[in-house]
């Protein structure tokens, strides 16, 4: 690591293994071991006088991490501002270590290449990748390799490399803020994944809400984001179902098994044979699938033992089995209106999509020129279905019936209906 960091322009970098910690444990004077420099705060003192302000609030200015301890001290006048290095995770990790190797192994490690690896996997696709906005201003959480952000710095793309920053704002870095879960709802809204939404409109978020305006004391108990998917700080974020909501092995229930198979063909992941391909081995490697019912059931398992501090466990075990039965609802609702589309593509009533060689529709490819009855199936999944089951997982029955559920069955006879229309007038 200290090799990756000196390229990266950190010169004086003494690397020592845990960081901080060790450095305070062995007696070693701070000044000798950082590169600190006391000029960087005073010339910013008047260029940037609110990122000193802001710093001056964290614990790292009581502690001597200063600007140069982060940035390195390549530049030091307005004529070389371009040697200041952005900050990584390695560089956060160096010092806490536990946060970054939990960090590390959780899924908001792999947003940036689940991203480059699957362009079209929300709905609502976004027209490019280029730049650190659209996507990437979300995706930005996920670590990336030497090599890319070499490649973002030639292409004049200087921040959004520090993934550690999304929740913990530059740089006061509060460890405050990230526990309230307004850390978490700049990224976590929208069309398929609407969870401030409805967090703050459930019972959970509204007490929540109600405690920060002060309306209830602090030791009310309300869980927030972090409560239910930080469990004691654990920054490994990860769930059962995920985003897709789909598994591999599906044991017991076969009518679910068959119509979650046909949710997996259209999602592209076998060969016209039936054979597992390319996208397969994505999705498993950036940790996209649960691949078995032991890696589905030890992340359920985790989540129970949280409801369990305010819960008994039966109630709250009933309340998750109602988010799989509403998997289970949606998945056959889906699976029927997946087949009315493909029929359509066997029958020669609907073109297949340009350079689609699958049977099953391609949720993950994108709509060039869509549609009516293919922009209803892939709103069906990619909007309804979605918030039907995170509705129901956060406890917010609009978002699982009106916006979910409801509008499934909707879509369903409109399918129908419109498949109907396309064979009548094709004749057949
Ligand atoms: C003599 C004044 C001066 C000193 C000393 C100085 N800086 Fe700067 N720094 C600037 C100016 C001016 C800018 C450009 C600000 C702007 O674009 O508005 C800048 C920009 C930066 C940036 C942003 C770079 C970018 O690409 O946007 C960082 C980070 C930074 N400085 C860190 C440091 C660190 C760390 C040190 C000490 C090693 C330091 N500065 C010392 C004047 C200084
Ligand atoms: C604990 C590490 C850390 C310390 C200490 C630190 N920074 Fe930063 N700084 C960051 C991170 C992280 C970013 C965002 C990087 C990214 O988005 O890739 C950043 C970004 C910046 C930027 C560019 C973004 C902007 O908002 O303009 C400037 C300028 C900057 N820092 C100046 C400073 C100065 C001046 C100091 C000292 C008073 C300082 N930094 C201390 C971590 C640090
Ligand atoms: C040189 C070591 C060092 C580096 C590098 C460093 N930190 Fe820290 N950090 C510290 C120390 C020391 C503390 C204070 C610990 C204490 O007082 O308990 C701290 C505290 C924190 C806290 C807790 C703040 C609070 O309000 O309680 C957060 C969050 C944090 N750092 C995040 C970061 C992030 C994010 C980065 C990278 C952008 C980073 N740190 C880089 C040493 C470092
Ligand atoms: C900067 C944007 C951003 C912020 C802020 C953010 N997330 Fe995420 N989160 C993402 C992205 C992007 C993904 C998808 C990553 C992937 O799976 O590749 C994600 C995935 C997740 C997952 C995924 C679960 C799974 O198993 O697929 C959970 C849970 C989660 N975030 C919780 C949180 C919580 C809690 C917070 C606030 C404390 C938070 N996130 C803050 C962007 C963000
Ligand atoms: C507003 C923030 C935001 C934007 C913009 C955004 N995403 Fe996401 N993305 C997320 C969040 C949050 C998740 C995880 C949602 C969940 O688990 O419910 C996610 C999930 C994903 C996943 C699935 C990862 C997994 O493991 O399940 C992929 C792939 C993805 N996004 C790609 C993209 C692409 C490509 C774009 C641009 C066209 C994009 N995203 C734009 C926030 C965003
Ligand atoms: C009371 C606990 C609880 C709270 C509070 C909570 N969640 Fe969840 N969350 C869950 C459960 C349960 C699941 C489904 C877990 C599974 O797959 O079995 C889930 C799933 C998720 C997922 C994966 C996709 C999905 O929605 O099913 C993301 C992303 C997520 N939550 C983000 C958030 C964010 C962001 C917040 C705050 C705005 C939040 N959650 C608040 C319990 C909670
Ligand atoms: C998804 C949001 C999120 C991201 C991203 C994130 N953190 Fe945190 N962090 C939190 C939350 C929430 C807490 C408070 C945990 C608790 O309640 O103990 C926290 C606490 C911390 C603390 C203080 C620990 C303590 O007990 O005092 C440090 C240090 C820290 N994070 C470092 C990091 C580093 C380093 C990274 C990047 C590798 C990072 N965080 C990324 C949400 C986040
Ligand atoms: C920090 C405490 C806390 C945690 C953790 C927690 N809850 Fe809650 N939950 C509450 C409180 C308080 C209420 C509001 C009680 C009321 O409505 O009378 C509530 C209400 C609910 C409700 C609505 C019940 C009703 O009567 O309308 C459901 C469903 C629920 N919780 C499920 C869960 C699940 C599932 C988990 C774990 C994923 C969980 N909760 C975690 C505190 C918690």
Redesign the pocket.
């Known amino acids: 690591m200290a090799r990756e960091l000196r390229k990266l322009g950190f010169t004086k970098v003494c690397v020592l293994a845990g960081g901080y910690n060790e450095w305070v444990k062995a007696g070693l004077p701070l000044e000798k071991k950082w590169n600190i420099?006391k000029?960087?705060v005073?010339?910013?003192e008047s260029?940037?006088p609110e990122i000193v302000s802001d710093w001056r609030l964290s614990k790292h200015s009581r502690k001597e991490v200063?600007?140069?301890v982060?940035?390195?001290?390549?530049?030091?006048?307005?004529d070389d501002?371009?040697k200041?290095?952005?900050v990584t995770p390695d560089r956060c990790t160096l010092c806490h270590q536990i946060q970054g190797d939990q960090f590390t192994a959780g899924k908001h490690a792999q947003a940036w290449y689940a991203m480059r690896a699957l362009p079209s996997a929300h709905w609502k696709s976004m027209s490019s990748l280029e730049g650190l906005k659209d996507c990437e201003s979300c995706h930005r959480i996920g670590i990336k390799s030497p090599r890319i952000i070499k490649k973002l710095l030639e292409k004049g793309v200087?921040?959004g490399m520090a993934s550690c920053d999304v929740c913990h704002t530059r740089h006061t870095f509060f460890k405050r803020e990230a526990q309230q879960p307004q850390a978490c709802q700049t990224c976590h809204n929208g069309a398929d994944h609407p969870q401030w939404a409805m967090y703050s409109g459930s019972k959970h978020g509204v007490r929540h809400g109600l405690k920060q305006m002060g309306v209830l004391p602090e030791s009310t108990s309300a869980p927030t984001c972090q409560t239910c998917h930080m469990e004691q700080g654990d920054h490994e974020v990860r769930t059962a179902w995920g985003f897709l909501a789909v598994r591999l092995e599906m044991k017991g229930d076969k009518e679910w098994a068959a119509a979650s198979r046909t949710i997996l063909r259209a999602l592209g992941l076998f060969d016209p044979d039936g054979k597992p391909n390319r996208r397969m081995k994505v999705m498993k490697r950036r940790d996209v699938l649960r691949q078995t019912d032991a890696d589905w059931k030890k992340e359920r398992k985790k989540m129970l033992v949280g409801c369990s501090r305010c819960h008994s466990i039966s109630f709250a075990e009933q309340e998750l089995n109602k988010g799989d039965f509403m998997i289970r609802k949606t998945d056959l609702l889906m699976a029927d209106a997946i087949r009315i589309v493909a029929g359509l593509y066997k029958d020669g009533i609907l073109e297949r999509p340009e350079g689609d060689t699958q049977p099953f529709p391609d949720f993950m490819a994108p709509l060039k020129r869509p549609r009516s009855i293919e922009l209803k199936l892939w709103r069906m999944f990619g909007e309804y279905r979605m918030r039907a089951f995170q509705g129901v997982f956060h406890s917010n029955p609009t978002y699982a019936f009106w916006h979910g559920l409801g509008e499934m069955e909707q879509a369903l006879c409109e399918i129908k209906e419109m498949a109907g229309l396309l064979r009548k007038n094709a004749g057949n």
């Open positions: 420099k000029e960087c005073t010339c910013h260029v940037t200063s600007c140069s982060c940035h390195g001290d390549y530049h030091s006048s307005e501002v371009e200041a290095r952005p200087g921040f």
